[in-house]
C-alpha cells in the first residue's frame, strides 16, 4: 500500500507512535509518506520505502499566524496525486482531520476518493479540542473521517462525553518495540548514575503542567529519606524552570539529574529501578509502556487510561492524582522489597509484550484493508 501518514515531529507521544508505526509499516513493505514540518524526531533510519515530504509555510509581512493548516492540505494533496496514495492516516486531530477532510474534497474534484483515517491520542480530545475555539471544526473533521481510532479505551469514552460523534471510534492500542527496550543494561553507566548502588527512579515527559512534574520531584525526596537512591528526569518543556527551583527548595539537587531530550531513552530505562509518571491526564501513557518494555515497574495515577498500560498492584501502582504521600509509600514498599522488586519488574515485561508492535501494525494493516483499491495491496 502507498500509506500518507501526518503527525506531529517532536517528541510528543503521538509523532513517536506515528513514526514508529511508519517504519514498521516500511518494513513490512508498504511505501510511507511522512507528511510534516520537519523530519519526525524517531525518523532515524533510512529505508527505500519512506519518504519524507515537509510541509513549507511561507511567511508574508501580512500574516500574524503563518497558515499552517492551508500549506499541509496543499502538501497533502500534492503527495497523493503525485505518489498516488491510497490512503491518508493522520495522527492527532488538530490541525490534521481538518487538513485532511480539506485535501480529501480537492481529491474528490479529480474524482477520486482518498479514504482518510483519524487516529486520535488525547490532548487532541481532552484539552485543546475541547475549547469552544476548536470543537465545531474537530466534531466535524472527525465525523468525516473514513475511520476514527482512538489509543485507549478511556480516550474513546472521553471522545463520545465530549463531542458529537456519529461514527463508531475503534480502539487501537499503542504499541512499543520491545526488542528495542529489553536490551542488556550498560553496567558501566548505571555505575555513573549511582555509584553506590543506589536506587534509580526515572521519568520522562514533555515537562507540561498536565503531567505535575513537581510532584515527582515531591515523591523522590519522600523516597530518598528512607531508601539511597537517584532520580533521572528525561525531558523539557515549561514545567522545567519551577522543577529546578523545587529541587533546590527541596534540597535534593545532589540526586536529582535532568538530562534533558533524550533519542535513546532506552539506554536510560534500562538502568532504572521504577518510573514515576504521576500525570493529570494520559489518554495512554507511553512513555510507561516504554519504561515497561525495559522491564521497569510503573508508579502512576489511576488518571485517564493509565490503569489500560499500568495494571495495578502487577506492573506497579496506581493512586489517586496528587497523592504524593500514596505514590511514594508504594515507591518505598517497592524499592524495599528486592522479591517484589524482581517480580514486578517481570510483570511490567510481560505486559508489555502484550502491546508488542508486532501485534498492533497488523491491526493498523487490517484497518486499511478495509478501505483499500482493489490493487492496493500489489503496490
Ligand atoms: O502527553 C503529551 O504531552 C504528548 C501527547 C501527544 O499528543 O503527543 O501524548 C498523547 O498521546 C500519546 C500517544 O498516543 C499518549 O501515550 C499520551 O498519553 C497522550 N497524552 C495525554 O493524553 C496527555
Known amino acids: 500500500?502507498?500509506?500518507?501518514?501526518?503527525?506531529?515531529?517532536?517528541?510528543?507521544?503521538?509523532?513517536?507512535?506515528?513514526?514508529?508505526?511508519?517504519?514498521?509499516?516500511?518494513?513490512?513493505?508498504?511505501?510511507?509518506?511522512?507528511?510534516?514540518?520537519?523530519?519526525?524526531?524517531?525518523?532515524?533510519?533510512?529505508?527505500?520505502?519512506?519518504?519524507?515530504?515537509?510541509?513549507?509555510?511561507?511567511t508574508y509581512p501580512l500574516f500574524d499566524y503563518p497558515p499552517y493548516e492551508v500549506a499541509l492540505a496543499s502538501?497533502?494533496?500534492?503527495?497523493?496525486?503525485?505518489?498516488?496514495?491510497?490512503?491518508?492516516?493522520?495522527?492527532?486531530?488538530?490541525?490534521?482531520?481538518?487538513?485532511?477532510?480539506?485535501?480529501?474534497?480537492?481529491?474528490?474534484?479529480?474524482g477520486r476518493n482518498i479514504p482518510v483515517i483519524t487516529t486520535l491520542h488525547g490532548t487532541d480530545i481532552t484539552l485543546v479540542g475541547k475549547d469552544k475555539t476548536y470543537e465545531p471544526v474537530v466534531t466535524f473533521s472527525i465525523n468525516e473521517s473514513d475511520a476514527i481510532t482512538a489509543v485507549s479505551q478511556n480516550l474513546r469514552?472521553?471522545?463520545?462525553?465530549?463531542?458529537?460523534?456519529?461514527?463508531?471510534?475503534?480502539?487501537?492500542?499503542?504499541?512499543?518495540?520491545?526488542?528495542?527496550?529489553?536490551?542488556?543494561?550498560?553496567?558501566?553507566?548505571?555505575?555513573?548514575?549511582?555509584?553506590?548502588?543506589?536506587?534509580?527512579?526515572?521519568?520522562?515527559?514533555?515537562?507540561?503542567?498536565?503531567k505535575r512534574v513537581k510532584d515527582v520531584v515531591k515523591i523522590f525526596a519522600e523516597v530518598r529519606k528512607q531508601v539511597p537512591s537517584k532520580l533521572l528526569m528525561v525531558g523539557d518543556g515549561?514545567?522545567?524552570?519551577?522543577?529546578?527551583e523545587l529541587i533546590k527548595d527541596l534540597n535534593v539537587h545532589e540526586d536529582v539529574r535532568l538530562v534533558g531530550k533524550q533519542e535513546q531513552i532506552?539506554?536510560?530505562?534500562?538502568?532504572?529501578?521504577?518510573?514515576?509518571?504521576?500525570?493529570?491526564?494520559?489518554?495512554f501513557g507511553l512513555a510507561a509502556l516504554e519504561a515497561m518494555a525495559a522491564h521497569v515497574p510503573v508508579i502512576?495515577?489511576?488518571?485517564?487510561?493509565?490503569?489500560?498500560?499500568?495494571?495495578?498492584?502487577?506492573?506497579?501502582?496506581?493512586?489517586?492524582?496528587?497523592?504524593?504521600?500514596?505514590?511514594?509509600?508504594?515507591?518505598?514498599?517497592?524499592?524495599?522489597?528486592?522479591?517484589?522488586?524482581k517480580t514486578m519488574k517481570e510483570n511490567a515485561y510481560k505486559q508489555a509484550v502484550s502491546f508488542d508492535i508486532q501485534n498492533i501494525v497488523p491491526v493498523y494493516e487490517k484497518l486499511y484493508s478495509r478501505f483499500c483499491r482493489m490493487d492496493c495491496g500489489d503496490k
Open 238 to 244: 515549561p514545567e522545567r524552570p519551577g522543577v529546578e
Open 266 to 283: 532506552e539506554e536510560i530505562l534500562l538502568v532504572s529501578d521504577v518510573f514515576l509518571l504521576p500525570s493529570q491526564y494520559e489518554s
Open 1 to 58: 500500500m502507498r500509506i500518507g501518514i501526518v503527525c506531529y515531529p517532536t517528541f510528543g507521544g503521538s509523532g513517536v507512535v506515528a513514526t514508529e508505526l511508519g517504519k514498521a509499516l516500511a518494513d513490512k513493505g508498504h511505501s510511507v509518506h511522512f507528511i510534516t514540518y520537519q523530519q519526525p524526531v524517531r525518523l532515524n533510519v533510512f529505508s527505500a520505502n519512506i519518504y519524507y515530504h515537509e510541509v513549507r509555510v511561507p
Open 75 to 110: 502538501t497533502m494533496v500534492d503527495v497523493i496525486k503525485n505518489h498516488d496514495l491510497d490512503l491518508l492516516h493522520v495522527h492527532y486531530a488538530i490541525p490534521h482531520a481538518s487538513a485532511a477532510y480539506m485535501a480529501k474534497q480537492i481529491i474528490l474534484k479529480t
Open 300 to 341: 502512576s495515577t489511576n488518571a485517564g487510561g493509565l490503569p489500560e498500560v499500568n495494571l495495578e498492584g502487577i506492573t506497579g501502582y496506581t493512586a489517586n492524582i496528587g497523592d504524593v504521600a500514596a505514590m511514594s509509600e508504594y515507591a518505598i514498599n517497592l524499592l524495599t522489597n528486592e522479591a517484589l522488586l
Open 157 to 210: 469514552e472521553e471522545t463520545f462525553r465530549s463531542f458529537n460523534i456519529t461514527k463508531e471510534i475503534e480502539v487501537i492500542y499503542n504499541f512499543v518495540d520491545v526488542s528495542r527496550f529489553s536490551k542488556k543494561p550498560i553496567d558501566a553507566f548505571r555505575k555513573v548514575i549511582a555509584p553506590h548502588n543506589e536506587k534509580i527512579l526515572v521519568h520522562a515527559s514533555n515537562f507540561r503542567s498536565i
